[in-house]
């Protein structure tokens, strides 16, 4: 089935919490936020994590607790997923046994959120109009923060009557933008973690250098903020890293799998971006030192190291 047939076999009846049952498959930082403000706004939600407790918050609010992707799926008319991984997006979505598509009724949407393989985006496309339904894949940009304030940014790719068609769930979460077919949110989210890892590492150098310079570190992210310099990254972290506060918001681990998938459709493009790859280097270093599940802030750590220092200490 082509995907503008699939488009129409699942427009025929608009979204509202009265027609539509949602699932939601992957209850962590970002999902659990996310997952909520569709329970708040009056829909019928379904659940699913591998680790059943991390559920518990959303099914005290009245969500339904299921034993597999599949059979959240099977109550759902659109379920989306927000794992970690590319393999978790794989089989929950596809694996014949226990995968959404295998619960998901004809004429159902799946929307995937997490951050992953583009390549494997068009895969799911193309089986879930194999099987009469379709697929989006949706990658957020805005951290925890953004999820708990449903002010995400959302980079939608697939077929655009369903990308449409969704936009009463996409407004209760963030802004949607379409960036065209399958694969297309996952390469635009790949564009956004390429632009945020730079300037990560431009903050922290900064900051750095601020502390071995004797100035007040917190007087000096003030003073640039309103500046060229300020950014969504400065006033997501930099009270963050003061304060030591490393608590993921984001973790290290999936940030590095992000640039990871970066690098390797770098390599295929023959695209050389050696900012990306610096980034991804010192990022790896975190997880060298078992720090994977420490927030996106804690690369001040690495760059601390690097020079003998610590912001909460004074510079010799």
């Known amino acids: 089935m082509s995907s503008s047939a699939t488009g129409a076999n699942v427009s025929d009846r608009p979204i509202s919490p009265d027609t539509t049952r949602v ?28 680790t059943p407790s991390k559920a518990e918050g959303l099914v005290s609010r009245g969500a339904t607790l299921a034993e597999s992707p599949r059979a959240a799926a ?18 929950t979505s596809l694996d014949p046994s226990t995968g ?8 159902g949407v799946l929307v995937d959120m997490t951050t992953s393989d583009p390549t494997l985006a068009a895969e799911i496309a193309s089986a879930a109009s194999a099987s009469g339904c379709a697929a989006v894949d949706a990658p957020v940009s805005g951290g925890d923060r953004g999820a708990r304030n449903a002010a995400l940014s959302i980079f939608a790719g697939g077929d655009a009557g369903v990308v449409a068609r969704l936009a009463p ?5 963030g802004n949607a933008l379409y960036m065209g077919g399958p694969g297309a949110g996952q390469r635009a989210k790949l564009g956004n973690q390429i632009a945020i890892a730079s300037t990560m590492v431009g ?19 003030e003073a640039i903020s309103t500046g060229a310099a300020g950014s969504k990254s400065l006033d997501l972290y930099g009270k963050r890293m003061l304060e030591r506060d490393m608590a993921a918001g984001f973790y290290v681990r999936h940030f590095v799998k992000d640039l990871g998938i970066c690098v390797s459709e770098c390599q295929a493009m023959g695209l050389a971006l050696p900012g990306l790859a610096l980034a991804h ?5 975190l997880l060298a030192h078992g720090e994977g599940g420490l927030g996106t802030q804690a690369l001040i750590l690495a760059l601390e190291r690097l020079n003998n220092t610590c912001l909460d200490k004074k510079p010799e």
């Open 23 to 50: 699932a939601w498959v992957g209850t962590g930082v970002m999902g659990q936020s996310m997952a909520g403000h569709l329970l708040a706004a009056g829909y019928a939600l379904t659940v699913y994590n591998r």
């Open 74 to 91: 099977a109550a759902a008319d659109v379920i989306f997923l927000m794992v970690g991984f590319p393999s978790d997006v794989r089989s």
């Open 100 to 107: 959404a598509l295998a619960g998901l009724a004809p004429g």
């Open 169 to 173: 769930l996409f407004k209760l979460m």
């Open 203 to 221: 903050l922290v150098e900064g900051m750095v250098y601020a502390h071995k310079a004797g100035l007040d570190v917190a007087k000096w992210l």
């Open 281 to 285: 280097q010192l990022y790896v270093s």
